[in-house]
C-alpha cells in the first residue's frame, strides 16, 4: 500500500513509514520478497499502478508481463464494471521457480 506518512526518528539515522490500511484478503494474495530487484511500471487507464519487479538487470523481461496485466486489468474493470479496489499491483518474476 501507498505511504501514509514517514518520519525520522531521533537520531536522524533511521525513518518511520506508516503505510494505508490494505484491505482483507486471503493470505495466498500477499507475498514478502527480500532482496535486490530492478522493476518496470505503467499505469492503467483507469490509473492503477502496475509494477513487474525482475532480478537485477532483467527488467526488459517483465516488459510483456506489464503490457498483459495493463490491459488484462482495463478488460476486467471494463467487462464486470467493478474497479479493482486498490491503488496499485506488483508482480514479481522469479526465475527460480521455473526449474
Known amino acids: 500500500m501507498p505511504e501514509k506518512c514517514a518520519k525520522t526518528l531521533p537520531g536522524g539515522k533511521n525513518k518511520e513509514i506508516t503505510y494505508i490500511d490494505s484491505p482483507k484478503m486471503s493470505s495466498y494474495l500477499v507475498a514478502f520478497c527480500v532482496g535486490e530487484f530492478d522493476f518496470v511500471q505503467a499505469q492503467t487507464g483507469h490509473g492503477v499502478l502496475v509494477r513487474v519487479y525482475t532480478p537485477p538487470g532483467k527488467s526488459n ?12 486489468l482495463d478488460a476486467y474493470d471494463d467487462f464486470f464494471g467493478v474497479p479493482y479496489p486498490l491503488p496499485k499491483l506488483d508482480m514479481v518474476a522469479i526465475p527460480e521457480f521455473a526449474m
Open 61 to 72: 523481461a517483465g516488459e510483456f508481463a506489464l503490457d498483459c496485466a495493463v490491459k488484462a
